[in-house]
C-alpha cells in the first residue's frame, strides 16, 4: 500500500514538473505583457474630454468648490452623513 502511495505521489510530481519546465519555457523573462497583446484603447475609449466643454467646465468647477469647503463645517457635515462614515449607515 506504501509502495503505491509512494508511485502515485512520484507520478504526479513528474507531471506537475514537466508541466512548469514548459511553462516556463514558453514564458519569456519580462512580466510585462508586450504591447503587441495589449488592447488598443483608441477602439473602446471615448475621446477625452473637451476642455471648453458646458460638461467639463461644469465638472470642473463642482470640483474646485468642493476642495473649498472640505476644510469647513459644512464640509465636516458632508463627512460625516456619507457613506465612508460607518455610524451613518446604522
Known amino acids: ?9 512520484t507520478a504526479v510530481l513528474t507531471l506537475l514538473g514537466v508541466q512548469d519546465a514548459v511553462a516556463q519555457h514558453i514564458v519569456s523573462d519580462s512580466i510585462y505583457t ?10 473602446f475609449l471615448p475621446a477625452p474630454p473637451d476642455s471648453v466643454s458646458p460638461e467639463f ?10 476642495k ?17 462614515f460607518a455610524p451613518s449607515m446604522f
Not at 500500500?1 to 505521489?9: A, F, G, N, P, S
Not at 508586450?34 to 477602439?43: A, E, N, Q, R, W
Open 57 to 66: 467646465v461644469d465638472d470642473m468647477l463642482q470640483w474646485q468648490w468642493g
Open 34 to 43: 508586450p504591447p503587441t497583446l495589449l488592447p488598443k484603447g483608441s477602439v
Open 1 to 9: 500500500m506504501k509502495l503505491r502511495k509512494l508511485w502515485l505521489l
Open 68 to 84: 473649498s469647503v472640505r476644510a469647513t463645517e459644512r464640509g465636516a457635515q458632508a463627512y460625516r452623513e456619507s457613506y465612508k
